[in-house]
């Protein structure tokens, strides 16, 4: 058979999905009576022992122990406190995640994340962080940061750095910056950013840069610079630069 049973040992808090002869027979027994129905009534969705699922498609996981899956798709993943994921090749719908996350390919939708959060190559729809976020490789649509996030190749289409964010970002690839908080970019390449907080910029390219904050490029080839604030450039080149009223400019070698 093609079925997949949930198998919840009660004893040794273990919960672990596999393929079974008898579906719905939890308790190994060989048959399904009311007893199997107490214990997935009791247990299902939620996990504090270890569960292990393998190409499951699944509605709701409330996770407060460990959890690992594979392939598959969980509509809803809430990973508490104590909570331990780690998910490869999945697709979630949404992902709640105050503990620890480990997402390896797949895709997300949309994420919550007031813990530790790592995600590497797949996709990403909108991300809030006020926890741990770490992005390698992950092509993302929203990234709305208040905390710590780092991020390396990839692309970002929107990230919104606020005023208590700390973004670093390598070589990726950046649609529209809009930061409050304190952003170190290297390499890669930005449309547009706009600042008021601290920005520091190494090599790649920036097309539109409105800084009311405190900007220091280095090497990094620009478009349009508007300032009405502090600017730094060494090397590189800056296309226009507007140096408003209340701007101080200070640039060495560049063109």
Same mark, same amino acid.
């Given at each position: 058979?093609?079925?997949?049973?949930?198998?919840?040992?009660?004893?040794?808090?273990?919960?672990? !999905?596999?393929?079974?002869?008898?579906?719905?027979?939890?308790?190994?027994?060989?048959?399904?009576?009311?007893?199997?129905?107490?214990?997935? =009534?009791?247990?299902?969705?939620?996990?504090?022992?270890?569960?292990?699922?393998?190409?499951?498609?699944?509605?709701? !996981?409330?996770?407060?122990?460990?959890?690992?899956? =594979?392939? $598959?798709?969980?509509?809803?993943?809430?990973?508490? !406190?104590?909570?331990?994921?780690?998910?490869?090749?999945?697709? !979630?719908?949404?992902?709640?995640?105050?503990?620890?996350?480990?997402?390896?390919? @797949?895709?997300?939708? *949309?994420?919550?994340?007031?813990?530790?959060? $790592?995600? *590497?190559? @797949?996709?990403?729809?909108?991300?809030?962080?006020? @926890?741990?976020?770490?992005?390698?490789?992950?092509?993302?649509?929203?990234?709305?940061?208040?905390?710590?996030?780092?991020? =390396?190749?990839?692309?970002?289409?929107?990230?919104?750095?606020?005023?208590?964010?700390?973004?670093?970002?390598?070589?990726?690839?950046?649609?529209?910056?809009?930061?409050?908080? *304190?952003?170190?970019?290297?390499?890669?390449?930005?449309? *547009?950013?706009?600042?008021?907080?601290?920005?520091?910029?190494?090599? $790649?390219?920036? $097309?539109?840069?409105?800084?009311?904050?405190?900007?220091?490029?280095?090497?990094?080839?620009?478009?349009?610079?508007?300032?009405?604030?502090?600017?730094?450039? =060494?090397?590189?080149?800056?296309?226009?630069?507007?140096?408003?009223?209340?701007?101080?400019?200070?640039?060495?070698?560049?063109?």
């Amino acid at each position: 058979t093609n079925a997949f049973t949930a198998i919840y040992d009660l004893a040794n808090k273990k919960i672990f !999905v596999r393929h079974a002869g008898v579906p719905g027979d939890f308790n190994s027994d060989g048959k399904v009576d009311g007893t199997d129905f107490v214990i997935w =009534q009791t247990n299902f969705p939620n996990n504090s022992g270890n569960a292990t699922l393998a190409t499951v498609t699944t509605d709701t !996981v409330n996770n407060s122990s460990t959890l690992t899956a =594979q392939h $598959g798709t969980i509509a809803a993943l809430n990973n508490l !406190v104590a909570g331990t994921a780690t998910l490869t090749d999945v697709g !979630v719908t949404t992902l709640s995640n105050a503990g620890s996350a480990t997402l390896s390919g @797949g895709s997300t939708n *949309s994420a919550s994340n007031s813990g530790t959060l $790592g995600i *590497s190559g @797949g996709t990403l729809g909108t991300l809030t962080n006020s @926890g741990n976020a770490a992005l390698a490789t992950v092509t993302a649509d929203t990234v709305n940061n208040s905390a710590t996030l780092t991020a =390396q190749h990839g692309t970002i289409d929107a990230l919104n750095n606020l005023a208590a964010g700390m973004a670093t970002l390598t070589d990726v690839a950046t649609t529209s910056l809009t930061n409050a908080g *304190s952003a170190t970019l290297s390499g890669g390449s930005t449309s *547009s950013a706009s600042n008021s907080g601290t920005l520091g910029v190494s090599g $790649g390219t920036l $097309g539109t840069l409105i800084n009311s904050g405190s900007a220091a490029l280095a090497t990094v080839t620009t478009d349009t610079v508007s300032n009405s604030s502090t600017l730094t450039a =060494q090397n590189g080149t800056i296309a226009a630069l507007n140096n408003l009223a209340a701007g101080t400019a200070t640039l060495s070698s560049v063109a």
